[in-house]
């Protein structure tokens, strides 16, 4: 059974930063994609950013793009999402995500991924 464990989020001032963490088990995420999805309140789910199952390739919505940044440690099985000058517009739950698809291409569909954290909410104070 697959299983994402998110970490790390929390209460931040705009322009500090935050690190996300997505360890998965059951397992390994060396074939596969990844991302990361944000959902804020009385909004729809929307994909924040996603890296390839060679780990070589990311790509990211236009809002984040500068700042935050998609990795994964192989050896811990982690995916990791890196947020810089955070802004109060960032402020939601954020889920990561990935799909049993071997050498799959970055997804920006939430039906695209079937497997999912349980999510960590983020609030970036102004």
């Known amino acids: 059974q697959v299983r994402l464990v998110q970490s790390g989020g929390g209460l931040v001032q705009a322009g500090g930063s935050l690190r996300l963490s997505c360890a998965v088990s059951g397992r390994t995420l060396r074939y596969h994609a990844a991302a990361w999805f944000r959902q804020a309140p009385e909004k729809e789910r929307e994909f924040v950013g996603g890296?390839?199952?060679?780990?070589?390739?990311?790509s990211y919505r236009d809002s984040v793009k500068g700042r935050f940044t998609i990795s994964r440690d192989i050896a811990e099985n982690t995916v990791f999402l890196q947020m810089n000058s955070l802004q109060p517009e960032d402020t939601a739950i954020y889920y990561c995500?990935?799909?049993?698809?071997?050498?799959?291409?970055?997804?920006?569909?939430?039906?695209?991924?079937?497997?999912w954290g349980q999510g960590t909410q983020v609030t970036v104070s102004s």
């Open positions: 890296v390839s199952w060679t780990g070589s390739s990311t």
């Open positions: 995500a990935t799909n049993d698809v071997r050498y799959g291409t970055i997804q920006t569909r939430i039906l695209d991924y079937n497997h």
